[in-house]
T-cell receptor, first 116, second 109 residues
């Protein structure tokens, strides 16, 4: 099956710093990658959808200047949480999809962010 | 609006069978997915249905009725490791996934 990796798996940072999370599709080319956030005991919340080579589409209520997404290649997307605050502490999960003809989203293992 | 409904929580006994239902109302339909998510982990893909009927994959089966806007995930010979949340998601006309809130399945010995 398709493999998606995420790095780092866990990060602790001070308030005000920026954190970059990488998402890679290891054995397929991902035309579309998705970034989700999940708070404890809550549902997955889609933050943004990114297509390779174009600007990400953000969901309502997600600040594009705070959550910077770069989908520079068909195998890599990055999410940068800028000026992180304690309320940004969450489980961030990426997923990747090869294309419309292969619509299954495969998830990375997630990144647990704790902002002190 | 778009809506996915599934029970919040279910309890079943080890070795038994459990059926998790999902009903949906979406703008367009391009398939229905079931994912499993263990606590503290990311979701893993279980099944995909785009045509009516039953898809069997080992101990897990998934059923779809497009006319009824209904699907279920059937888990047989339950094992303790099946304790997890099961997420139903529908791909709409724009190929965007609409997610249900998930069903927490508790397996008791």
């Amino acid at each position: 099956g398709a493999v998606v990796s995420q790095h780092p798996s866990r990060v602790i940072c001070k308030s005000g710093t920026s954190v970059k999370i990488e998402c890679r599709s290891l054995d397929f080319q991902a035309t579309t990658m998705f970034w989700y956030r999940q708070f404890p005991k809550q549902s997955l919340m889609l933050m943004a959808t990114s297509n390779e080579g174009s600007k990400a589409t953000y969901e309502q209520g997600v600040e594009k200047d705070k959550f910077l997404i770069n989908h520079a290649s068909l195998t890599l997307s990055t999410l940068t949480v800028t000026s992180a605050h304690p309320e940004d502490s969450s489980f961030y999960i990426c997923s990747a999809r090869a294309g419309l003809a292969s619509e299954t989203q495969y998830f990375g293992p997630g990144t647990r962010l704790l902002v002190l | 609006g778009q809506n996915i409904d599934q029970p919040t929580e279910m309890t079943a006994t080890e070795g038994a069978i459990v059926q998790i239902n999902c009903t949906y109302q979406t703008s367009g339909f391009n398939g229905l997915f079931w994912y499993q998510q263990h606590a503290g982990e990311a979701p893993t893909f279980l099944s995909y249905n785009v045509l009516d009927g039953l898809e069997e994959k080992g101990r897990f089966s998934s059923f779809l009725s497009r006319s009824k806007g209904y699907s279920y995930l059937l888990l047989k010979e339950l094992q303790m490791k099946d304790s997890a949340s099961y997420l139903c998601a529908v791909s709409d006309s724009n190929y965007q996934l609409i997610w249900g809130a998930g069903t927490k399945l508790i397996i008791k010995p």
